[in-house]
């Protein structure tokens, strides 16, 4: 069974950095479409940045040039740099891995952005 854990999720200052993790269980790791997203108190979930199997990279316009989405296949792992961090980034972060018949969604970490 495929399942995925995301962790790293904490309290930061305005403009600060924090990394999250995603450990992907199970088989077929490299065939998986990977992605992050993110749900804030009484908003729609929204994609924040997604890695394709090919290593294709997606961010969503409000975060280009802070975030970066990438993937290690030896850990079997997906991670979220997040920089320049802003009060509107505070929201619940969750991985994702999908393909074209299976998705499936971690439990979320929060991240809090503020002074």
């Known amino acids: 069974q495929v399942q995925v854990v995301e962790s790293g999720g904490d309290l930061v200052q305005p403009g600060g950095s924090l990394r999250l993790s995603c450990a992907f269980s199970?088989?077929?790791?490299?065939?998986?479409?990977m992605g992050w997203y993110r749900q804030a108190p009484g908003k729609q979930r929204e994609l924040v940045a997604v890695?394709?199997?090919?290593?294709?990279?997606n961010y969503a316009d409000s975060v280009k040039g802070r975030f970066t989405i990438s993937r290690d296949r030896a850990k079997k792992s997906v991670y979220l740099q997040m920089n320049s961090l802003k009060p509107e980034d505070t929201a619940v972060y969750y991985c994702?891995?999908?393909?074209?018949?299976?998705?499936?969604w971690g439990q979320g970490t929060q991240v809090t952005v503020s002074s």
């Open positions: 199970g088989s077929g790791f490299s065939f998986y479409r």
């Open positions: 890695i394709a199997t090919n290593g294709n990279t």
């Open positions: 994702n891995a999908a393909t074209t018949l299976y998705s499936t």
